[in-house]
């Protein structure tokens, strides 16, 4: 076994998700398109390896990350057996389209529970701690996806069950069911949300609040928009900023008024004596009830420049007010 970091756990945050006994550290590491897709398997496992040392413990996959789908899962997979299993958590999710047929994605029990064991194959585990719903059904009953959540942490499959992009509503109706039922409760939540995407906050956070739900917010950094590579506000639409998650706001927003906000964001973070990236990390964990900010990398300078984002979380009102009139003005 290789060794780590002896103090990686003194220079982290953890933080409790929800009303849970599960902490994770302030900041995760996400396999989304760069592991198993752009990036080879070195630059995985330095990442990896530098994220760990620096007391991240969370780890985030699906089973369609990579390129071909899964191949994140089998790449990292052979990376992750390197760290010590019980000191770290590893979660997988299952909803987006895997294979030909009705049956190869969405919520439907069939598709989570072969989804669920697929994944623990390609990553040579006997357990995920947290499996998620990737996305919700319109066409399958709440009872159906989150019976079969219920049955992979039954069978130890999974420690944890979770939901992610479900809207409030979504969330609260899924919390009642699995109360109703007296199934494994749902412990996290995975939205989308950063400095330009801020639905949550008026949406879910109310009831993931009221229900004692952990959330990790995914692309904290909106694709990139929310780093140096953009302050000119001229975004490539090929992109993933462009054709990804925070393509609404691209679309919504000319040139000039992208580059007043994203500049204006950035003049915020530099007096804060920190990048733009730092700044909207430490932004969203403001909130007491997120519990971790999922972050990409590809470099570990990126690893540790977004860990090197706790050193400053805290913002003042003034702050608070003039990110408010940059994020909120219309198109």
Not at 27 to 45: C, H, I, N, P
Not at 152 to 178: M, P
Request: neutral net charge; charged residues 25%; proline residues 5%.
């Amino acid at each position: 076994m290789r060794e780590f970091n002896s103090s990686r756990y003194d220079q982290m945050t953890y933080r409790r998700c929800g009303h849970s006994g599960l902490m994770l550290p302030a900041v995760s590491l996400g396999a989304w398109e760069t592991f198993g897709g752009y990036k080879d398997q070195q630059a995985a496992r330095d990442c990896f390896f530098r994220a760990f040392d620096l007391g991240i413990t969370h780890f985030d996959f699906a089973n369609n990350y990579g390129k071909p789908p899964g191949n994140a899962e089998k790449i990292c997979g052979e990376i992750l057996k390197e760290l010590p299993r019980d000191e770290i958590i590893l979660s997988s999710k299952a909803g987006y389209r895997m294979w030909p047929g009705p049956y190869g994605e969405w919520g439907s029990r069939k598709y989570l529970i072969a989804s669920c064991d697929q994944s623990l194959k390609r990553m040579g585990v006997d357990y995920f701690d947290i499996f998620y719903s990737h996305r919700p059904d319109p066409d399958t009953p709440l009872e159906e996806t989150l019976g079969a959540l219920n049955t992979l942490v039954q069978q130890g499959k999974a420690l944890y069950a979770g939901v992610s992009s479900y809207s409030g509503a979504q969330f609260s109706d899924s919390v009642r069911t699995v109360q109703q039922h007296d199934w494994a409760p749902i412990t996290i939540h995975q939205p989308y949300y950063n400095l330009l995407g801020r639905t949550i906050e008026w949406d879910l956070l109310p009831q993931t609040e009221r229900y004692g739900t952990g959330v990790i917010a995914f692309c904290p950094l909106a694709s990139g928009l929310l780093t140096d590579k953009f302050l000119n506000g001229e975004i490539d639409p090929t992109s993933r900023a462009a054709t990804i998650w925070p393509r609404e706001w691209v679309r919504s927003h000319k040139v000039e008024q992208r580059r007043r906000i994203l500049s204006g964001l950035n003049d915020i973070a530099k007096a804060r004596s920190q990048t733009l990236a730092q700044m909207a990390i430490a932004w969203i964990l403001r909130f007491p009830g997120i519990t971790s900010a999922l972050a990409g990398a590809s470099r570990i300078e990126q690893v540790e420049q977004n860990v090197a984002a706790l050193k400053n979380l805290e913002f003042s009102a003034e702050e608070l007010k003039k990110i408010d009139v940059l994020t909120f003005e219309r198109a």
